[in-house]
């Protein structure tokens, strides 16, 4: 499928998914949306997929919802509007489960939406021009997409409360202080390093990695003993594939080794 405001590409089982709306600070309006949650099913379809970049074209990560559009949602009665946030939703949830890496590069304003989706991704990097913040309160609302939830999450309790209150937004420096980010670079290095991390767990076992993304995200909602049946059951998987074999192969005739994620 052809997208106009998104653009997919892909090589060597590294995809970039571009956000493609610059003029308007790629946030996104109903087609955005609908372009959004196509590709991303595509990319989970994809079983030779192994790392995901994400990315915004022009001076912006994403704004998230267009603000011009909210009137509409507003407009289609409070049922209408858990649907369209549920599709939303969906989508970042997805971004979140899919069982390879997912690196967000914040090229620069990462506000709303935006930042939802970049939260929903395991891996933040950003410029050092990226501008972050959750400003929903300004017009009355809340992060309603994964803001709340998986915000507190990352950051804490207190440093959540701050900044969904406030809806101030944060430099790159700030958010990396506050660990909303994990590394962040000069604008001209940003795709580069994102790409190498990329290449790097693209040559990974795809299945060690999908686990232990799996086995990770559980991990961190549950109790300790439940968390080490999930490692278990986990290891109990990936000591049956093909690619352990060839690991402890390749480990021990000091050679790299060759996945096929099998």
């Not at 052809?2 to 946030?27: H, W």
């Not at 990462?110 to 950003?126: H, I, K, Q, W």
């Not at 410029?127 to 972050?132: E, V, W």
Request: with cysteine.
């Amino acid at each position: 499928m052809s997208y106009e405001f998104i653009d997919l590409t892909q090589d060597n089982g590294v995809a970039v998914m571009r956000l493609n709306r610059p003029d308007n600070l790629n946030s996104w309006h109903q087609q955005m949306r609908s372009e959004l949650r196509d590709a991303v099913a595509q990319l989970v379809a994809d079983d030779a997929l192994r790392v995901v970049v994400i990315t915004g074209t022009g001076r912006a990560f994403s704004a998230g919802e267009d603000v011009r559009g909210m009137k509409g949602l507003a407009d289609i009665g409070t049922r209408g509007f858990r649907r369209v946030v549920r599709d939303i939703h969906n989508v970042f949830d997805e971004v979140e489960a899919i069982e390879v890496p997912v690196i967000a590069a914040i090229n620069g304003v990462a506000a709303g939406g935006g930042l939802e989706l970049a939260l929903s991704c395991d891996f933040r990097f950003a410029s050092t021009t990226a501008k972050l913040g959750l400003p929903e309160n300004n017009v009355g609302l809340i992060p309603g997409s994964g803001g709340c939830s998986r915000l507190v999450r990352q950051v804490g309790l207190s440093t959540a409360k701050r900044l969904v209150m406030t809806g101030e937004m944060i430099s790159a420096e700030r958010a990396l202080h506050y660990r909303l980010v994990d590394e962040v670079f000069e604008p001209e290095r940003l795709m580069d390093e994102a790409m190498a991390l990329a290449r790097k767990l693209a040559a990974k076992a795809p299945q060690a990695l999908g686990i232990a993304k799996v086995v990770l995200n559980n991990c961190a909602r549950v109790d300790p003993d439940t968390a080490r049946n999930f490692e278990r059951l986990g290891q109990s998987i990936l000591k049956k594939t093909e690619d352990h074999l060839e690991g402890a192969r390749a480990f021990v005739e000091k050679r790299p080794p060759q996945f096929t994620g099998r």
